[in-house]
């Protein structure tokens, strides 16, 4: 009898110290598939989401405002765990935030991954066209002096360093051949004119009811008065011109565009885990 | 028995005597908070700020003059305090007390500070549960004290009212009103009635049902409650459909107002939930969205009225109502003012709840007018879908939960108000408890043709009419003050402290203070003969005075 107590006591010590380990409690790992993918509720679900909390950067059409155009990443190569990853704990170091838990939950990311997957596009059929070495010399030629790429070119306009991964090639061919226009804010065009009428031409990078700062054309960063000026004007156009096929033939295009997408920034060794 | 008690009163009256001898000892002690002194809201002398409105009325209105229009330029900051907690921001309207600031913080933190200087004299911190187990929607911020006798009045973040002792910010008492694991947590500052700390439930987003609690100053026992949703049986839960109103949110998280005479409270009401998708809860959905007028001694429901029935757009009636006497077509009437997120102002009489004035203040494309049962006249095309729909305000709506002033010798109204319209989404969504219950959102409307904008407001309450207005360039979520002499300070969405003139909204002067004022008010008082203006803003407090005002240091 005793040894019954003694090894019912002993089965009881040992099970209530796996208890205490966990070892009962089974911790499901992220899962590598989307569980919800093709689920028409979580699609439903995860348009609202996305809509709400992605669109702004990211794009109605997923194809990239601020942010890099999304509808490629499965045909990139990126797995969906990868994905999840990078919805949850966001980029470090880029304008991607992260959205834990409580306010996002592990089921609204998935219900967003399920709804991007029904835009996600193809890879692009071929090797793309252009030559990315030919491109560059464009580039130098046309679009150094206001952008930069890594340690090279003006700041006028945004850093491309990374763009390769930002956009889209054809979400950048409409930009460059001015079919849609581009008032990111940073970069909006303006002209403060002093009262001796002289003008000031730059792009806004802040500003509120009493000042605004700006970038001047010679990269002079400088904040201003209102009240100093006789007029402060919001330019309708962009500050990036238009390359209409007079400027840049169809050639020339296609080799700034593989070279464009060639920019694929400096890639930290250990966010590849996370690709 | 008869021996024991007669003992304990001996000791207790022995006590009383100690206590006595010692108060009267001290020349002219500032005593402890009365209920004379709630009553009498904001004293002439400006010697203190003792609730959320400045007064019962939530007039925010200060009688000081010494700041004026014209003198308002030379403000000098006199000192700044910082809260260290990084993260998270002031939205609360401090208390000043005997030279004293009475100020709660995020995290449920709260400190005593030398209105002199600046310098902390105690801090309460709370220890919360992880705060990734709090509910709370919109920040872990926290409203203001209440105040009585020497005690301090604070909800949590988990759904707690704590008591503390104003000398030592030791908690004297502490009550948990609901359970903050389901939804429930507290941000609101409590209202103090009689012998009654008033408070209220947030949790709108997280398929709560609200309720406004009454608790016992002294012991901290619940006096009564009052379900925002009405429960089986009781009039109204016929307006939720099935079994919605178990989870139909109807939150309560800005203070109310108080009116003596009749001895009525004013409360607005959350939205109901889930906030987009609204099949679930066919019905007008009482008392979501409304004002409620209750019995401060009993929690009775006096009257209600609806502003938005069946809301599909979380246009929660948390904005805060101010009590005011007018004379309106030639009538004395006591009315309720009240600038709706749904983009209409009313003015209502607060006897019986009856619509004198309902107009739109900002653009508003969901309806059409207010009609003479005081419903909205709906249009159509504003039903959120999976699609989405475009409606005029956008979820934030024309107001908030920033307080606006009014200026009872102008009778005007003062407001910060916001132009934006939003896309609105709606899903189905299950009830997880605990979990976000909304079945969509909104997004604001962007776009070269929606520009979105703010603007401070003067409506003339008896009509509705806009006075004038100062316009900023984006949508401000400051709360106001305003003084007798005629001087509005208000703040914008880029970190601007402004003074703006209350006579015709011209700008007077502005100050840079690095982070907007975001559903706070300034605050003003006299210390040592200057009157004082003190700005909460991000994680700092700043107090300002006149430079050129001789200094009398009070020598009590």
């Known amino acids: ?275 | 028995m008869f021996r024991r008690s007669s003992t304990r009163f001996a000791l207790a009256a022995l006590g009383a005597t100690v206590v006595a001898v010692t108060v009267a000892a001290q020349a002219v002690p500032p005593g402890l908070v009365t209920s004379q002194e709630l009553l009498a809201g904001l004293p002439a002398d400006g010697s203190r700020w003792v609730m959320f409105g400045g007064s019962y009325t939530n007039q925010r209105h200060s009688p000081l003059t010494q700041i004026t229009p014209d003198n308002v330029t030379r403000l000098v900051p006199q000192w700044t305090f910082q809260t260290d907690i990084s993260g998270s921001r002031f939205e609360t309207t401090p208390l000043l007390r005997d030279n004293v600031l009475y100020v709660t913080g995020p995290l449920s933190t709260a400190w005593a500070i030398d209105a002199r200087t600046g310098r902390e004299i105690w801090r309460y911190k709370r220890e919360l549960p992880p705060t990734g187990t709090l509910t709370a929607c919109c920040g872990l911020v926290n409203k203001g004290f209440g105040v009585l006798g020497d005690r301090l009045f604070m909800t949590t973040l988990d759904a707690h009212l704590v008591a503390l002792n104003m000398k030592t910010g030791g908690v004297v008492w502490d009550v948990a009103m609901a359970d903050y694991k389901q939804g429930y947590a507290s941000t609101i500052a409590p209202l103090v009635v009689k012998d009654k700390v008033i408070v209220g439930v947030a949790g709108g987003e997280f398929g709560i049902r609200g309720f406004i609690d009454a608790y016992d100053v002294k012991t901290g026992n619940r006096a009564w409650r009052f379900y925002t949703i009405p429960g089986p049986g009781e009039p109204g839960n016929d307006t939720w459909a099935g079994d919605s109103w178990q989870r139909g949110g109807a939150s309560v998280w800005v203070t109310g107002a108080y009116d003596p005479e009749i001895n009525l409270l004013y409360y607005g009401i959350g939205n109901p939930g889930p906030d987009y998708h609204s099949e679930s809860r066919k019905g007008d959905n009482l008392y979501s969205d409304s004002i409620v007028a209750l019995d401060a001694d009993t929690g009775t429901l006096r009257w209600h009225y609806q502003f938005t029935p069946h809301d599909l757009h979380d246009w929660d009636a948390t904005e805060v109502p101010v009590l005011a006497d007018l004379t309106i077509a030639g009538q004395p009437r006591k009315v309720v003012m009240f600038a709706n997120r749904n983009g209409f102002y009313y003015t209502l009489d607060r006897t019986n709840g009856k619509v004198i004035v309902a107009k739109p203040y900002v653009v508003t494309t969901w309806a059409k007018e207010v009609d003479s049962n005081g419903r909205p006249i709906l249009l159509p095309g504003n039903i959120p879908d999976e699609k989405g729909s475009l409606t005029c305000p956008d979820v934030t709506g024309g107001t908030n939960f920033w307080p606006p002033s009014f200026d009872p010798a102008q009778r005007l109204f003062f407001v910060n108000a916001r132009e934006v319209c939003a896309t609105y989404y709606a899903w189905r969504q299950e009830y997880v408890p605990g979990e976000r219950y909304t079945g969509g959102a909104g997004q604001r409307a962007r776009g070269p043709d929606q520009r979105a904008y703010g603007a401070l407001r003067a409506i003339d309450p008896t009509t509705g009419e806009r006075r004038w207005e100062f316009e900023y360039i984006s949508p401000s979520t400051s709360g106001l003050l305003s003084t007798a002499s005629g001087v509005i300070f208000s703040g914008d969405a880029e970190g601007n402290f402004l003074a703006i003139d209350a006579r015709n909204g011209k700008f007077l002067w502005r100050y840079q203070m690095g982070s907007a004022l975001h559903g706070t008010s300034a605050l003003t008082y006299m210390l040592d003969g200057r009157q004082h203006v003190l700005v909460p803003a991000g994680t700092t407090l700043t107090a300002w005075a006149l430079p050129d005002v001789q200094r009398v240091p009070s020598t009590r």
């Not at chain 1, 194809?63 to 990139?76: L, M, S, Y």
């Not at chain 1, 592990?106 to 967003?112: L, Y």
């Not at chain 1, 001015?178 to 303006?190: C, K, L």
Request: hydrophobic fraction near 35%.
């Open chain 1, 1 to 275: 009898m005793k040894w019954i107590c003694t090894a019912l006591t002993v089965f009881f010590l040992a099970v209530t110290h796996m208890v205490a380990q966990d070892l009962f409690v089974t911790i499901p790992a992220v899962p590598t598939k989307n569980p919800l993918e093709g689920n028409a509720e979580a699609i439903t679900a995860g348009m609202g989401a996305y809509r709400v909390r992605c669109a702004d950067c990211h794009g109605m059409d997923a194809r990239g405002i601020r942010g890099p155009d999304i509808t490629q990443v499965w045909a990139k190569g990126r797995t969906d765990a990868a994905l999840f990853s990078t919805i949850h704990n966001g980029v470090p170091g880029t304008e991607m935030p992260a959205f834990p838990a409580p306010r996002t939950s592990d089921v609204d990311v998935w219900r967003i991954l399920a709804y991007l997957k029904t835009m996600a596009a193809p890879a692009p059929d071929g090797p793309p066209r252009g030559n990315a070495g030919a491109g560059e010399n464009v580039f130098a030629a046309n679009c150094m002096g206001c952008h930069r790429v890594g340690e090279r070119g003006g700041n006028l306009g945004p850093d491309l360093s990374r763009i390769g991964i930002a956009r889209a090639r054809a979400a950048m061919a409409r930009q460059i051949r001015g079919t849609v226009a581009d008032f990111r804010t940073g970069y909006e065009p303006v002209t403060l004119t002093t009262p001796g009428g002289q003008e000031i031409r730059g792009v806004k990078k802040n500003e509120d009811l009493f000042s605004v700062q700006v970038m001047d054309n010679r990269e002079r960063i400088q904040g201003y008065l209102r009240e100093d000026m006789r007029s402060v004007t919001n330019e309708k156009k962009s500050a990036m011109p238009t390359f209409g096929s007079d400027k840049l033939s169809d050639e020339q295009l296609d080799d700034l565009l593989t070279y464009l997408e060639t920019l694929q920034g400096n890639k930290p060794a250990q966010s590849e885990g996370n690709r």
